[in-house]
């Protein structure tokens, strides 16, 4: 069955770095778009980044300059290089399948990531 697991997730100080990895099972990034969410206490979940099969990415205007999506397709992993975090960072970060032809979607467990001092 389909599994994104995601780790990286920590407390980290204003202005410092974090990598997110989504490990997928399942999951082909060649029929599939790839996301990263976040969802901040008493608010929605928001589209971070994603990557679409043909490699192609989008980010958020909250984080563009400062993520970067990536994957790799030997590893069947996608990551999340956050850097200059900010306090408004803090969330739990969700990585997402969406496959381009059924729009089956399938969500990881999450991870914390907590910027403060």
């Known amino acids: 069955q389909v599994q994104l697991v995601e780790s990286g997730g920590g407390l980290v100080q204003p202005g410092g770095s974090l990598r997110l990895s989504c490990a997928a099972s399942?999951?082909?990034?060649?029929?599939?778009?790839m996301g990263w969410y976040r969802q901040a206490p008493g608010k929605q979940r928001e589209l971070v980044a994603d990557?679409?099969?043909?490699?192609?990415?989008t980010y958020s205007n909250s984080v563009k300059g400062r993520f970067t999506i990536s994957r790799d397709t030997a590893k069947n992993t996608v990551y999340l290089q956050m850097n200059s975090l900010k306090p408004e960072d803090t969330a739990v970060y969700y990585c997402?399948?969406?496959?381009?032809?059924?729009?089956?979607?399938?969500w990881g467990q999450g991870t914390q990531v907590t910027v403060s001092s």
């Open positions: 997402r399948s969406e496959n381009v032809w059924t729009k089956d979607v399938y």
């Open positions: 399942r999951i082909s990034f060649s029929t599939n778009t």
């Open positions: 990557i679409v099969s043909d490699g192609g990415t």
